[in-house]
T-cell receptor, first 110, second 115 residues
Framework: QKEVEQDPGPLSVPEGAIVSLNCTYSNSAFQYFMWYRQYSRKGPELLMYTYSSGNKEDGRFTAQVDKSSKYISLFIRDSQPSDSATYLCATGDNTDKLIFGTGTRLQVFP | EAQVTQNPRYLITVTGKKLTVTCSQN?????MSWYRQDPGLGLRQIYYSMNVEVTDKGDVPEGYKVSRKEKRNFPLILESPSPNQTSLYFC??????????????FGPGTRLTVL
């Protein structure tokens, strides 16, 4: 079993849709939960991070963590064509090492 | 501008021909890491370095070498590349503060093809 499992997608949604991206993880030691966004031909960039169960909101993006079920989600409201990218969930413990999901490719069409 | 740079961005080579991919960061970060990204497998860590002269294996180190002689540079060396090392490679760096989350900053990637 992989330490982090991510729905592979790809997802194709119309502009304005609500997008839900999901991951599960297996190690209870993981304390930090991140979403990275990767545009085509670019390196991943941090989008959001959280270290506790619950929701964290940043504009149109909401990161949700449920530690009891080891479930991580990213919601995108009012999705835009500029949101078209690959989204990578990642987790980590007290070390510098990050474990990444395989990524979900999202396309938002006008 | 704070950044991680990698060179070359694209490389096509042949089996067995030694190559080096350079990585440099200008943020004075202690931690540096190399990943490879493959379809369906995601980002997998090859090697990492906690500081100068301190390196360790990640999850997929076979066929790779690294060195950390200076804080800003962390080259990836393929002494005898093979076709299964064809991949997209990313270098990343972060500060290394114990007990807290440390954002990793990624370079633009190096697409390597080994024929």
């Amino acid at each position: 079993q992989k330490e982090v499992e991510q729905d592979p997608g790809p997802l194709s949604v119309p502009e304005g849709a609500i997008v839900s991206l999901n991951c599960t993880y297996s190690n209870s030691a993981f304390q930090y939960f991140m979403w990275y966004r990767q545009y085509s031909r670019k390196g991943p960039e941090l989008l959001m991070y959280t270290y506790s169960s619950g929701n964290k909101e940043d504009g149109r993006f909401t990161a949700q963590v449920d530690k009891s079920s080891k479930y991580i989600s990213l919601f995108i409201r009012d999705s835009q064509p500029s949101d078209s990218a690959t989204y990578l969930c990642a987790t980590g413990d007290n070390t510098d090492k990050l474990i990444f999901g395989t990524g979900t490719r999202l396309q938002v069409f006008p | 501008e704070a950044q991680v740079t990698q060179n070359p961005r694209y490389l096509i080579t042949v089996t067995g021909k030694k190559l080096t991919v350079t990585c440099s960061q200008n943020m004075n970060h202690e931690y540096m890491s190399w990943y490879r990204q493959d379809p369906g497998l995601g980002l997998r860590q090859i090697y990492y370095s906690m500081n100068v002269e301190v390196t360790d294996k990640g999850d997929v180190p076979e066929g790779y070498k690294v060195s950390r002689k200076e804080k800003r540079n962390f080259p990836l060396i393929l002494e005898s590349p093979s076709p299964n090392q064809t991949s997209l490679y990313f270098c990343a760096s972060s500060v290394s503060l114990a007990g807290s989350y440390n954002e990793q900053f990624f370079g633009p990637g190096t697409r390597l093809t080994v024929l």
